[in-house]
Every structure is written in structure tokens, then in C-alpha cells.
């Protein structure tokens, strides 16, 4: 196993996930560990000498800012405020996504801002190195100061409360830790607001979705030239000139993307009875480009986000001060997300359309993809399903950051909600891929009705691919474990 180095270098998406799905090993590297205790002396330097008061360090928290808490209860104050903030409630995050954010976390405060204990982001590496996933619920975030509730679940686990997954099973962590002769982290001052403030599930969220996404928006063209093939559709809407007097940068790289697919077919060189295609077909570079486009500005954001310190209040010992601001706000990455979450839902919608117009009987095509239409009802209610699920993503996209409820007796009075954002987006690209398994269901059914062998070589091979897990329907028969099928089959290829 390899390991990587936290030493302030700026991670990208792509390294990210390499880093996570290589299991790599990360450890802190000897300049994160002088930063962070540099930090850390300094502030407890500062608390040493000083009667001011600091928020989160010798006050309460939110409404509570004008507490006192005395020197001696300065670590009971950090044990009771993880204790207190994990609220969590609702469905599971899933592990990828809490693995995601242990890491995360620990890019954020290894830094050296936050007045962390080595100690302390070296258990969180520990629990990423180690699988060691604490049990996170999508419910509690206002997303606004920080993630509070969610990752107040994760700092339970560093103080050895809470369930955590471990080698399959669900565990209290106290047992977990046994196994490894390890301790509970005992948390020193600011270090429960520390790792309590901050955006690391919604930017867990949010990178986990822009990487999948990327990759499933090149699926997408796939599938779409399949259609395109079914369909005896017409390449010259995706002929560079025409696509390149329009000036849309995503436009420009998903026509020449699906010209590049279909470049040696045969099927789409041959003579056309008609001389237009429906939009869901000729428009694939308008739309699908607007969502690359879209899905481009969201990984800036996040990729700065993933990169950056969120907590609060942040410390900079150079300067001698300790600055209680709004870093751990998430506006930047709720309206991107809410934004993200059309531009995903799209790539669903007119794939559905395209499903939709294969299945009509039309250039040659029989109704529902199905040689014997009448006693056979085919892929009449796939279609169907397909059609359900973009209606339910598009109530997904009613806007979470256009919402704001008053919090802490009013401190906290304007908040993101960029968390319900962030697993209303997860759930449109879920269903998302699951609506491109049906088209590519239907596209490879259609393809079989002209001829597979005159098709690309890129369509020739996916096609292969896609029937080793999904046949060809001669005969109605049980559809929805094909579906599920088809959808595995998308999410294994992203």
C-alpha cells in the first residue's frame, strides 16, 4: 500500500479519489505537523495568558457567545459540545461519502488555523486508513455553521462514543478502539469546534458527485449516439463548424465527443429518408454541453472547497490573533449544488425523451422494441418508470439554498441549507443513472433492429459490454431486475 503525505499541496478532484479509491495511506508530513503544533502551543499559549475571551474557547457556543467558561472546564466545554451537536437523524450516509469526509477533515485542519492536536488528526487519518467508518445521519445540518451535526457524529468517534462500521458490522466504538489498543481522543480547548465547524459533508457530497457525474455525462454521449444509431439519426448536427459559430465551450466538446464516437459507423454514413431528428436527439450538444459546462464551474468550487480551512474561529499565530468569522458558511457550494442538480437532471430528462422516441414505431423501428407488439407489451412500461423518475427529479430540484431558518435564538440567522442540497443532489444522480441504464436498455435493444455489426467500434464494444449483463428481450419477461441491472451497469461504469 502507498502512502501519501498531507503537506498543504492542492488536492484535485481526480487526486483525490485516487487517493480514496487506491486505499492509499495518508499520514501527516513533518511540516503539517510543525504547522499544527505550532498552532496548537500558540493557542494555549494564548488562554494562558489572557482574560479576553475567546468564542468557542473559554465561551459557549452560538446564542450562548457571552457564557464564561473557567480554564478548568475548558475540555469538559469541547466534550459536551460533540456530545450535545450530534443530532443526526434520518438515513445512513453512505460509507464512501464518510470516508470522503474523515479525509476531508483532516486536509482541513492539517493547515495549522484550527488549534487541533496532532494527536487528533492523526486518529482521523487512522480511521480512514483503517476503514473505520463513523455512523453519520443526512439529517441535522443547516449548513451554515458548518456541518454540526454530521460531523459532530465523527468527532464522537474520536472520543470513542457512537457506532462506527467496521469489517461489515455496525460496532460501538469503544469496542473498535479495544482491538486496537487505542484510547479515546481526549479533545483539548476549540478542539470539538474545530472539528464540529466546517463544510466537510456537503463538500463530501459535492466531490464524490462532480467526479461521478463527469464520467457519467461521457456515458451519456454513449448512450445518446446509441439512440442516435437506433434511431437512423443524422451526424450533421455534430459536425464541428456548425457547433463551433455557437461559442459554448461544453457544447463544442460533446459534439465533437459523439462525432468522435460515431466516426467509423457505417449505420450513420448510410442514406437518410428524413431530414431532421427530434430535439432529444439533434440538440445533444446544446444540452448535454450546458451541463458539462455546469458540471465544469461546479468542480472549481469545490475543488477550492476541499482545499481550504473551514472552521471557526480560525488562528493565526503569526499575526496573534484569533479571528471568529463566517468561513464555515456553505453559500458557495449550496447554490452550486442546487445549480449542479438541474444541470444533472437534464442529462435525465432527454434521455428519457430519446427512450421515449425509440419505443414509438417510427423509421422502421416495431412499437415498444419488440418483434411481436400486442401480445408483447416490451419496453412500453420501462418507459414508464423512466418517466416517474425525471418527474421525481425535478421536485428534487425545487432550490435548498433559496431557504433560511433562524437558528441559536437568532445568532444564527441566515443559513445555506446547502446539506439538504447536497443529498437532494446525491439522490438526482442516482436516479439520474438509473434513467440512462433505461435508455441504454432501449438504445441497445433498437441497435439489434438495424444492425450491431454496421455500428461504431466505441458502440460496438459498449454494446458488448451491456449484454454480457442485460440480454436482448424476445419476450416479455420479469423487467424490473433488468432495470436495477441496467442502473448497476451504469454506476460500475463511472
Do not use: W
Not at 489498543?181 to 481526549?186: G, M, S, Y
Not at 448512450?223 to 437512423?232: C, K, R, W
Not at 430535439?279 to 472549481?300: F, I, K, T, W
Amino acid at each position: 500500500m502507498s502512502t501519501v503525505e498531507l503537506n498543504h499541496e492542492h488536492f484535485s478532484l481526480s487526486r483525490l479519489f485516487e487517493v480514496i479509491k487506491e486505499n492509499k495511506n495518508v499520514v501527516l508530513s513533518k511540516s503539517a505537523k510543525e504547522a499544527i503544533q505550532k498552532c496548537r502551543d500558540f493557542l494555549d499559549n494564548k488562554i494562558d495568558n489572557t482574560e479576553d475571551r475567546i468564542y468557542g474557547v473559554n465561551t459557549g457556543f452560538g446564542s450562548l457567545y457571552d457564557q464564561a467558561i473557567s480554564r478548568e472546564e475548558l475540555a469538559q466545554l469541547q466534550v459536551n459540545l460533540v456530545r450535545s451537536h450530534a443530532c443526526g437523524t434520518g438515513e445512513i450516509v453512505p460509507k464512501h461519502i464518510v470516508k470522503t469526509m474523515l479525509l476531508l477533515k483532516a486536509i482541513g485542519l492539517h493547515y495549522g488555523n484550527s488549534g487541533a492536536q496532532v494527536e487528533t488528526v492523526e486518529r482521523l487519518l487512522f480511521y480512514f486508513n483503517n476503514d473505520i467508518i463513523p455512523v453519520v445521519y443526512q439529517q441535522g445540518s443547516l449548513g451554515a455553521s458548518g456541518d454540526l451535526a454530521p460531523l459532530a457524529h465523527i468527532a464522537l468517534a474520536l472520543i470513542g462514543e457512537g457506532e462506527v462500521e467496521f469489517k461489515g458490522k455496525t460496532s460501538n466504538t469503544a469496542n473498535v478502539l479495544e482491538e486496537f489498543n487505542l484510547t479515546p481522543i481526549k479533545l483539548k480547548s476549540k478542539e470539538g469546534l474545530a472539528l464540529l465547524n466546517g463544510t466537510q459533508f456537503m463538500s463530501a457530497y459535492m466531490a464524490n458527485v462532480v467526479f461521478e457525474a463527469k464520467k457519467l455525462l461521457e456515458l451519456a454521449n454513449k448512450t445518446g449516439a446509441m439512440s442516435l444509431e437506433s434511431y437512423d439519426g443524422r451526424i450533421e448536427p455534430f459536425t464541428p463548424s456548425v457547433n463551433e459559430i455557437r461559442n459554448q465551450q461544453g457544447q463544442i466538446q460533446v459534439a465533437r465527443d459523439i462525432h468522435e464516437i460515431l466516426s467509423d459507423s457505417d449505420l450513420i454514413k448510410q442514406h437518410k429518408e428524413h431530414v431532421q431528428d427530434p430535439y432529444c436527439l439533434r440538440c445533444m450538444p446544446q444540452v448535454h454541453g450546458a451541463s458539462l459546462d455546469a458540471l465544469n464551474y461546479a468542480e472549481e468550487i469545490v475543488t477550492r472547497e476541499i482545499n481550504a480551512v473551514t472552521d471557526n474561529p480560525t488562528v493565526f499565530p503569526d499575526e496573534d490573533a484569533v479571528i471568529s468569522a463566517g468561513n464555515f458558511h456553505g453559500q458557495p457550494l449550496a447554490i452550486t449544488m442546487d445549480f449542479l442538480s438541474i444541470a444533472i437532471a437534464e442529462l435525465g430528462s432527454i434521455s428519457e425523451r430519446r427512450t421515449y422516441k425509440l419505443q414509438g414505431g417510427q423509421r422502421g423501428l416495431p412499437a415498444f422494441l419488440v418483434a411481436n407488439p400486442g401480445l408483447n407489451s416490451g419496453f412500453m412500461i420501462a418507459q414508464y418508470t423512466a418517466a416517474s423518475i425525471v418527474s421525481q427529479n425535478k421536485q428534487l430540484c425545487s432550490p435548498a439554498s433559496i431557504d433560511s431558518i433562524d437558528s441559536s435564538n437568532g445568532q444564527e440567522d441566515h443559513v445555506s441549507m446547502g446539506a439538504n442540497a447536497a443529498t437532494k443532489l446525491f439522490k438526482v444522480l442516482e436516479n439520474t443513472k438509473q434513467i440512462l441504464g433505461i435508455e441504454l436498455m432501449t438504445a441497445a435493444q433498437g441497435l439489434e433492429f438495424r444492425d450491431v455489426n454496421k455500428t461504431s467500434s466505441r458502440l460496438k464494444e459498449l454494446h458488448k459490454s451491456f449484454r454480457q449483463e442485460v440480454p436482448f428481450i424476445e419476450n416479455d419477461r420479469y423487467m424490473s431486475d433488468l432495470l436495477r441491472k441496467s442502473k448497476d451497469f451504469v454506476s460500475n461504469n463511472v
